[in-house]
């Protein structure tokens, strides 16, 4: 199947700074990606749709300002979590439909673990 | 999105066939099952999906009832590794977003 990527697997921040999640579709153009965050034994929860060439569209609740995501072309997407504090430690995955059809396939990255001490 | 209920954990014992119940009685007409599943500390793995017919492919069989508002994830033979939590998902016809459930938690019994 397709392949999505993350970049880094896990990082650990001091509290304040900012932290950049890459997320690639490896052999395929994705128009939209997606960043999900997942807490410890919890389900994943949509936090907001990327869109190559526009702004991203967030979720009810989630803070654009705090969650900057840009999608620079259309086979990455970044997700910087600005002045990271601790409750922002969590799992975020990404992931990118195959087309953009309803009945194409979604597929996920591996994750990214953030710890903020 | 229609949403779907799952049962929170079920065992299989090893070798035997796993069956995962998910309701999605709300589902619109051109709205598609899919199912996910997730090993821990991973992102999601796409198992198969399905409209109105019966899927399989190598992982698993997707029944679906005729009135779309139950679907079944067979797993053939079950082994240790099917170990995850497993997402039945209705994909929205607004978009290409899915939104996740709670899942069931399978757990392979040797």
């Known amino acids: 199947g397709a392949v999505v990527s993350q970049h880094p697997s896990r990082v650990i921040c001091k509290s304040g700074t900012s932290v950049k999640i890459e997320c690639r579709s490896l052999?395929?153009?994705?128009?939209?990606m997606f960043w999900y965050r997942q807490f410890p034994k919890k389900s994943l929860m949509l936090m907001a749709t990327?869109?190559?060439?526009?702004?991203?569209?967030?979720e009810q609740g989630v803070e654009k300002d705090k969650f900057l995501i840009n999608h620079a072309s259309l086979t990455l997407s970044t997700l910087t979590v600005t002045s990271a504090h601790p409750e922002d430690s969590s799992f975020y995955i990404c992931?990118?439909?195959?087309?953009?059809?309803?009945?194409?396939?979604?597929?996920f990255g591996p994750g990214t673990r953030l710890t903020v001490l | 999105d229609a949403k779907t209920t799952q049962p929170p954990s079920m065992d299989c014992a090893e070798g035997r066939a796993a069956n995962l119940p998910c309701n999605h009685s709300?589902?619109?007409?051109?709205?598609?099952v899919y199912w996910y599943r997730q090993i821990h500390s991973q992102g999601p793995q796409y198992i198969i999906h399905g409209l109105k017919n019966n899927e399989t492919n190598e992982m698993a069989s997707l029944i679906i009832t005729e009135d779309r508002k139950s679907s079944t994830l067979i797993l053939p033979h079950a082994t240790l590794r099917d170990t995850a939590v497993y997402y039945c998902i209705v994909r929205g016809n607004t978009g290409n977003q899915f939104y996740f459930g709670t899942g069931t938690s399978l757990t392979v019994i040797p």
């Open positions: 052999d395929f153009q994705a128009t939209t």
């Open positions: 992931s990118a439909p195959t087309g953009g059809r309803i009945s194409d396939t979604q597929y």
């Open positions: 990327s869109n190559e060439g526009s702004k991203a569209t967030y």
């Open positions: 709300t589902i619109s007409g051109n709205e598609y």
